[in-house]
Antibody, heavy 121, light 108 residues
């Protein structure tokens, strides 16, 4: 059974750093990309970027380029989303999703349960 | 960036009735269109991909159609568990994948 288990909810202060994780099981992490998706409170879904865990190649949505870093450790089947300096506007629910990517498409087929990040002074 | 729009924003339907949700892309996405269902407090669940192919385990009452820029999700006979928010999403490789704003299906 495919599962993506995300790290627990976090409460942070503005300016702090944070890394959240997404551990994959039930399939080979290196056979699929992992995407990260943001959902701000009461809002819709925004694709942030993706990583190919086999070689750590990444693509970012231009709206998120430079604001977050996506990485992966294939030895422990885990992908990460990292902030170096959080802002209050980063308060959101963050999902990882297994992504079946080809040269022309990239489908998000299985999703983690989400990690709630709250940034408040 | 391809902009996805959905209509209506809210659809009020009685159990057992048919629901028809629309999605439009600002430029052609071919058949690289997916539909997701999201219930409160839960992650999105893939329903339809390739515009019309049901994902594993999705009941036959869900069907998708369309190609290019116009797409439709039909729920033939609404069950109580179908009341949720539905998002369409294009997944062309680049520009980045984008989601529609969602259609909330609630109980009439």
């Amino acid at each position: 059974e495919v599962q993506l288990v995300q790290s627990r909810a976090e409460v942070k202060k503005p300016g702090e750093s944070l890394t959240i994780s997404c551990e994959a099981s039930g399939y080979s992490l290196t056979s699929y990309w992992i995407s990260w998706v943001r959902q701000m409170p009461g809002k819709g879904l925004e694709w942030m970027g993706r990583i190919d865990p086999s070689d750590s190649y990444t693509n970012y949505n231009p709206s998120f380029q430079g604001l977050v870093t996506i990485s992966a450790d294939k030895s422990i089947s885990t992908a990460y989303l990292q902030w170096s300096s959080l802002k209050a506007s980063d308060t959101a629910l963050y999902y990882c999703a297994r992504s079946e990517c080809t040269t022309t498409s990239c489908l998000l087929d299985f999703w983690g349960q989400g990690t709630l990040v709250t940034v408040s002074s | 960036e391809i902009v996805m729009t959905q209509s209506p924003a809210t659809l009020s339907v009685s159990p057992g009735e048919r629901a028809t949700l629309s999605c439009r892309a600002s430029q052609s996405v071919s058949s690289n269109l997916a539909w997701y269902q999201q219930k409160p407090g839960h992650a999105p669940r893939l329903l339809i991909y390739g515009a019309s192919t049901r994902a594993t385990g999705i009941p036959a009452r869900f069907s998708g159609s369309g190609s290019g820029t116009e797409f439709t999700l039909t729920i033939s006979s609404l069950q109580s568990e179908d009341f949720a928010v539905y998002y369409c999403q294009h997944y062309n490789n680049w520009p980045p994948v984008t989601f529609g704003p969602g259609t909330k299906v609630d109980i009439k």
